[in-house]
């Protein structure tokens, strides 16, 4: 037997395996920018944004998440814990 293959294998089903995990592919990265967006910040930076209106692309977003829960869910799973910590610590929710 071909000794690259049995590790080529092992490799191609973790891959594919990661793949088939994510449900949401597309959002995982969004979901992945807006955390490293909070955690890259100041809190002056998040302050000023805090009342700035929102991008097309963000509004898109925002509207496909409120029409579909699941999504929604996965999303705010994704991103609620490094979200509020950041919030926390820039005295933005008690």
């Not at 869910?73 to 609620?80: E, G, M, R, S, V």
Request: charged share 20%.
């Amino acid at each position: 037997m071909i000794k690259w293959l049995g590790p080529l294998t092992v490799t191609l089903t973790l891959v594919l395996a990661g793949v088939a995990g994510a449900q949401y592919p597309i959002l995982d990265l969004i979901a992945d920018k807006v955390v490293q967006k909070y955690q890259q910040s100041t809190c002056e930076q998040l302050w000023e944004a805090r009342g700035k209106p929102k991008s097309a692309d963000e509004q898109q977003v925002i509207q496909l998440l409120r029409g579909d829960p699941q999504m929604r869910t996965a999303f705010l799973n994704k991103i609620a814990a490094p979200v509020a910590n950041k919030m926390f610590e820039c005295g933005m929710i008690p």
